[in-house]
C-alpha cells in the first residue's frame, strides 16, 4: 500500500490551483510522532507532504521515524526551504525528493505566486544533487497556463539529470478547491502527447511507464472514465493533519479512521473503512493523480510489476518508436469526446497581500473541510 502523510496545512507558497495556504494547521493540531510511530511497517510508497512539510520543525525526526517503514520514502516540498532536506538527504541520499515547478520562471512563479521561486528551487536541487541525492526531480500541475512548456520542462530535467512528475488539475479536499476546471479541455489534452512520445522515445523503463501515465492524463484531462478502477484504501490512503486516515484525497466522505485514537489493524478492520472502501468500488469521479494511478496500475499478484493493460499498451509502442512509427493517439483516445465544464477564472496570487485565514476552532470533518463537495469529471 501507498501512504501519503499530510504533515501540515501550512505553506508559504500562494498557488492559484491550490488553496491550503488560505487554511493553515495550527502547529499544535498537526500529527505528531507518537501517532505516527503506530504506523506498521511495508509501505511501499509513503510520501511525506503538505501543505509544505519543511515548515514542520520536526521534519527530520518524521523522516527518521517512518523511512524503516517503506521500500521508497518521498517528500513532496514547494522546494523554498531546499536547507531543510539537505541533511536528510545526507543521511538517506535515496530519499525521493519532488519540488513544485510549473513552467519556465515568469510562469512557474504565477502560478504558485512565489517571488523568485523558480531560482531558489533550481538552486535547492543543485543542492540537494551536490548533498547525494539519488531520486530527484520536478513536479508540474499540468494546466492551461504552463501545458505549452510540457515537454521543455521534460527536457530541462533530463538534461539536469532529474525525474519529471506530472499531474493536472483537479478538486480535493486536500486542496481547499472545488472549482478547477480546465478553460479547453481539447488544447490541453493534445499538448501532453509530446511529452508521451518523448518518454517512450527515452532508455528509462521508468519513463515508459510514465508515459502510460500521462495518456491516463489525457483521458482525465477530456473528462472521460479512468484507465483502470481506483483502489483507494486498499492501495493507497492519506493521513491529514489531524491524524484522520482518508481512502482518499479527494471525497471528505471515505474517511477510514484516526490513527490517534485508534491502531492501524483497527482503522483497516473497521466499519468506517469498510464503508468507504465499498464507496470507493462504486466512485464515479475520473481522478488519474500520481497516486492513484501508480497504485491502480500495479499487478494483484506481483505488485512491484504493472498490470497486463499498461504493459502491452507500453510494449507494442515501445517497440513501434524503435522502428520510427508514431502513437497513434487518436486509436486510443476519443478526441471528439470533451465534457464541457464551467469556467471559472483563475487568479495569480504572486505580489498580492492576501493572507492566511487563522482558524483555531475547526472541529470535525465539517469544520475541517467545509467545502464539503469535491468532484472531478
Ligand atoms: S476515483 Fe473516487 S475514490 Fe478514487 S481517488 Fe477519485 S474520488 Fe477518490
Known sequence: MDLTIISTYRCNSKCQMCHIWKNPTLPKDEVSIETLSKLPGGFDNLNVSGGEPTLRKDLAEIIDEVYPKARVVEISSNGLRAHRIVPIIKKYPDIKVRFSLEGDEATSNAIRGEKDGFKIKLEGIRKLQEAGGTDLGFAMVIQDENVAQLAQMYEMTEEMGLELATS?????????????????????ARQVEEIISKMLGSWSVKNWFRA????????????????IPCVAGTGFAFIDPWSDVWACNVRSDLQLGNLQQQSWEEIMNSEMAKKSIHAVSECSQNCWMVTTARTAMRSEIIPQAPKIGPMAWVVYNKLKSLVGGR?????????????????????????????????????GVDGHYPLKSFVNN
Open 168 to 188: 493536472t488539475l483537479h478538486n480535493a479536499w486536500q486542496f481547499y478547491k472545488n472549482d478547477n476546471f480546465f478553460y479547453d479541455r481539447l488544447t490541453v
Open 212 to 227: 502510460y501515465l500521462n495518456l491516463g492524463l489525457i483521458e482525465k484531462i477530456l473528462g472521460h472514465d479512468r484507465l
Open 327 to 363: 502513437i497513434d493517439f487518436d486509436k486510443y483516445i476519443d478526441y471528439s469526446d470533451v465534457r464541457q465544464s464551467p469556467h471559472v477564472p483563475r487568479q495569480s496570487y504572486l505580489g498580492t497581500k492576501e493572507k492566511p485565514i487563522i482558524v483555531t476552532d475547526r472541529q
